[in-house]
């Protein structure tokens, strides 16, 4: 990480100075302000801690619970989700707290024997090596500890307003602060007040029942599976072999995921229920735990589990719904007017547990919006920018959606249904790619351009997450990934990969960086504005394809070590050499004439170009991000 570019710092340089709203930021929520959050769930928090970022913009949240989340119901987390706590600055901390998954192992009617289960395989949890990060299980309640800290230790200083709820909203288009929400103080010293706050923008990540969803006439729309699970976090003895592995059980008394949990000890189970009636009005989810625990036992004979503590229980049904639009604006009125009021999460996709797909869809959800609000509402970005939130997650939903059902319709399938005997565990190894998180893929709009320069760099695909390689820094030697050097501060990466030539060559290498330190057209002069240095909106780096060793880091064209904060520093650290054995010219199909490969701030590839198509890239710009 760097710091010291403002000045000496000896303190713990990931707690920021106070900036902004972040300056004697007062307790209690304002009358008026940018942006409010409601709700304290994945997609509320990760906003809350990108929004940090833009300490001129006032972000308030608040949470109807009293309090922090004390038990989390969601639990998996997946790759895409731990870069993601990479780029905010938590994913080693969480990933030693956490378990991590690295099999799967199947179990199924024994042929010998079919009262009884057995082991039928083992698969890797990742068989493709999709990422360099791995598959956690940690609680929910720690993943929103983590964002919180990282919000309130941002430079905005932003922490949740506990005790308060939402009660409804009404959107003025002409006003300054164009949505007047009522809330109301449920617990604290304050209990049974109303009040009306007004805002520029809300976003509702308040769950399934959401209040703003309501308001905004939106609906979830879709179909139940008619099918309960019954799902604990148990401590207990047992002698099943494999209770601490994920394991997906299917006997002829039912099926089970288990699921161990961090710790050591804790594990959870989701049992399977069975069919639920059309009459049933909801009365399995009186299930009590005790049958859940005795349902358990009776799918995995000959083994037995002796439930020594219940740490927390639920029973669902399966439901798939989806909104049709992630914010207030109709089809037929999008782009007349500026969406103000959006919704993330549950609020607008629920599905199964079954994939552990909810908190890290919904944290992506999150990111998605929390950026772009920052950008408009500083001043930075078009407000057209604002629509592409719901162009994107919405598809990315229904993707879900359609591969939970799926999923889960096969969890709850006798294996003498399916098939073949091996079925499930196929459709595991071979769509393991899509519950990892790495299957998004944005497609041609305002902030994702088209691919036809996408041979300059095959490894990454316009539209899809930057995935990271390794190289070496030049500077001091250390070999690191590339990727893990973006934060999640709001600013735009463009990354240069050389041609062959040399560091200090003539090339168009060193032709693009002339362009980009100096032409009025380049994004670095055009947005620049007063108090920014060069890396204020856009962090650039370059690879060369020459070892660290040939190479004299003096001769590095200015644009690639600018000078940065009020004094000017330079900044060494974003000229890259290839490592001898991770070439990632290869390893990301990178052409040895070179590529610009631009990457938005949520580390999704925006651009693949030529290095000498600087008219694309400015006008990809210009469509974005306003100018001084």
Known sequence: MQFHQYGYVSEDPRIATPQGYGIDRPEDLPDEMDVLIVGTGPAGVIAAAQLTQYPNVNTRIIERRPGRLQIGQADGIQARSVETFQSFGFAERITQEAFHLTEMCFWNPDPENPENIVRTGRPADDPYGVSEFPHLIVNQARVLDYFLEAAADGPAKIKPNYGIEFGGLQVDQDAEYPVSVTVRYVAGE?????????????????????????????????????????????????????????????????????????????FRMYVDLGEVAADDNRKV????????????????????????????????????????????????????????????????????????????????????????????????????LLDTYSEERQVIAKNLIDFDREWSTLMATPQDKLPDPSYLEDFYVKTSEFPAGFMTEYQPSLITAGAEHQDLAAGYPVGKRFKSARVMRVCDANPLHQGHQATADGRWRIHVYADRAAAGEESATSRFAEWLQNDPESPLVAYRREGDDAATLFDVDVTYQQQYTEMDVTRVPQAFRPQIGPLELNYWERVYATLPDEDIYEERQISRDGAVVVVRPDHYVAAVLPLDATDELSSFFEGVLTAK
């Not at 439901?319 to 500026?338: I, K, P, Q, S, Y």
């Open 285 to 384: 989810r009186q299930t009590p735990v005790e049958e859940i625990i005795r349902r358990a036992n009776q799918i995995i004979n000959p083994y037995s589990v002796d439930v020594k503590s219940v740490a927390w229980s639920s029973v669902y049904e399966v439901g798939h719904r989806l909104t049709d639009h992630f914010d207030d604006v109709d089809t037929e009125d999008r782009g007349t007017r500026v969406p103000r009021v959006f919704i993330a999460g549950d609020a607008c996709h629920t599905h199964s547990a079954k994939a552990g797909q909810g908190m890290n869809v919904s944290m992506q959800d999150g990111w998605n919006l929390g950026w772009k609000l920052g950008a408009v509402l500083s001043g930075r970005a078009s407000e057209s």
């Open 190 to 266: 304050r209990e049974g007040e109303e009040r009306t706050i007004r805002a520029k923008h809300v976003f509702g990540c308040d769950g399934a029942g959401s209040g703003v969803r309501k308001a905004i006439g939106r609906k979830l729309e879709g179909k139940g599976a008619n099918h309960a699970w019954g799902v604990m976090d148990v401590l207990a003895n047992t002698d099943f072999p494999d209770i601490r592995t994920k394991c997906a059980i299917n006997s002829r008394n039912g099926s089970i995921l288990l699921i161990p949990r961090e710790g050591g000890f804790l």
